[in-house]
């Protein structure tokens, strides 16, 4: 079992930065890969990066290739999400989760992959 929290939300605008952080506790957090979901009003769940539990591999969504970037610290079980050039399409409340693997190198896309969630953080760009 992993408990997921993330932070780091909040209202900016259009251009600006932020950093999100996703806190796990429970079982051995470097076993987890790990990825950042968004979710804007009445649409569906979506993937915007992944990262293996090494720390080595990494993927994103084209919308955000070039101004996000993921990392994690496995001493501090933390997985971080840092956003730059923020856009008013990025509004969405922000999710991170966490998929058990073997492999140090796997990272997944999909919603049905992952099986622990966290609860979400507001992120609002206005333009």
């Known amino acids: 079992q992993v408990q997921l929290v993330e932070s780091g939300g909040g209202l900016v605008q259009a251009g600006d930065s932020l950093r999100l952080s996703c806190a796990a506790s429970?079982?051995?957090?470097?076993?987890?890969?790990m990825g950042w979901f968004r979710q804007a009003p009445g649409k569906e769940r979506e993937f915007v990066a992944a990262?293996?539990?090494?720390?080595?591999?990494?993927d994103y969504a084209d919308s955000v290739k070039g101004r996000f970037t993921i990392s994690r610290d496995n001493g501090k079980n933390t997985v971080y999400l840092q956003m730059n050039s923020l856009k008013s399409e990025d509004t969405a409340v922000y999710y991170c989760?966490?998929?058990?693997?073997?492999?140090?190198?796997?990272?997944?896309?999909?919603?049905?992959?992952?099986?622990?969630w966290g609860q979400g953080t507001q992120v609002t760009v206005s333009s």
């Open positions: 989760a966490a998929k058990g693997t073997y492999s140090r190198s796997t990272y997944y896309w999909t919603v049905v992959d992952y099986d622990y």
């Open positions: 990262i293996s539990w090494s720390g080595g591999s990494t």
């Open positions: 429970g079982r051995r957090f470097s076993w987890y890969a």
